[in-house]
């Protein structure tokens, strides 16, 4: 079958270089409107061979074997993560599932050192203070933060993303530790000290940046137990999912002070935000924009693309599949 004809439903927009190349390779159909595809998935999916989801598109089992029994061949996700995805039951029906791993590691990791520095310097207060016109006299003792040099950074999850925030850390001259499933070798923990149990990385972390990926046994990892082992005054920050975090110890700690200040790219319940994170001073808080840079959504675009030519087209599986 000329590889024109395969079908492929687009859940979402990309932009018009994606959209591009998805039209040379595919007979496409693109869900327009930029807000989730919702009900109308399963009628927009039916007699497509592919389908490129994006990360508000859940894809349990049963959802899946429709989407199997409806002619669908292969899917794909608009994601590094693919917990959205029920991967096994995708396995057990046939169906490759694609996911965008490397291409936004830097953009994510650019914003983590942005939210490092926010929550250590306290540049968010301190922008609130200027823009509310409330900025007086030059004082020695107002507005103060703290300097990253000579602080342990503790990178929760060392996978792509964590051994970028840990490179772009170094510059800093922070002093790195991590915890992972496994230690890394040597070229590439760069001098980077494991620890085989997140409590004891908790314990000397300064800074905590949150890279790990969203399983069953992340998920609610940070508790109030872990958050009371954090030196007190350290800063907690998140690039992975909302839910590797419990919101309600989390905002306890910050309004006791026992954790200092939080910079936050991601939430438990996106879009909807704890009202209480907002009413407090030491939180940088952004709308989950960790790969929100051009380059690095275009180029996951062309990774979800690729990953689904190259198993539609050529009946081989990418490195991007992530249940050979």
């Not at 207060?125 to 703290?146: D, K, N, V």
Request: glycine share 8%.
């Amino acid at each position: 079958m000329d590889r024109r004809r395969r079908k492929l439903l687009i859940t979402r927009a990309l932009s018009d270089r994606v959209l591009a190349h998805a039209r040379e390779n595919f007979s496409t159909t693109v869900w327009s409107k930029d807000e989730p595809i919702g009900a109308k998935f399963d009628a927009a999916a039916r007699g497509q061979d592919a389908v490129l989801v994006m990360p508000t598109e859940a894809l349990d089992a049963t959802r899946l074997t429709r989407l199997r029994d409806d002619g669908v061949r292969a899917v794909a996700t608009f994601s590094v993560g693919y917990d959205h995805i029920d991967v096994a039951a995708a396995s057990r029906l046939g169906l490759p599932v694609f996911h965008t791993p490397d291409v936004l590691s830097d953009a994510v990791a650019d914003l983590a050192m942005f939210l490092i520095l926010a929550a250590t310097r306290g540049t968010t207060q301190s922008e609130r203070i200027l823009r509310a016109g409330q900025w007086g006299p030059w004082s020695p003792t107002a507005m103060l933060g703290r300097q990253l040099g000579g602080l342990r950074l503790g990178v929760y999850g060392m996978g792509r993303i964590g051994r970028a925030v840990a490179r772009r850390a170094r510059a800093f001259d922070l002093e790195i530790h991590y915890h992972n499933r496994s230690q890394l070798a040597p070229p590439l923990e760069q001098g980077a000290r494991f620890h085989a149990e997140i409590d004891t990385l908790m314990r000397v972390s300064d800074v905590l940046c949150i890279c790990a990926p969203a399983t069953a046994q992340t998920r609610a990892s940070i508790n109030a137990q872990r958050l009371s082992l954090l030196p007190t005054g350290a800063a907690v920050v998140n690039v992975a999912r909302g839910d590797l975090i419990d919101e309600d110890a989390l905002i306890a700690a910050l309004e006791s002070g026992r954790i200092g200040s939080v910079g936050l790219d991601v939430f438990q319940n996106e879009p909807h935000v704890d009202r209480r994170f907002l009413e407090l001073a030491n939180t940088t808080l952004l709308p989950h924009i960790g790969s929100a840079t051009q380059d690095a959504r275009d180029q996951m675009g062309m990774l979800a693309l690729t990953g689904l030519t190259t198993y539609l087209v050529h009946g081989k599986l990418a490195a991007s599949c992530v249940n050979p």
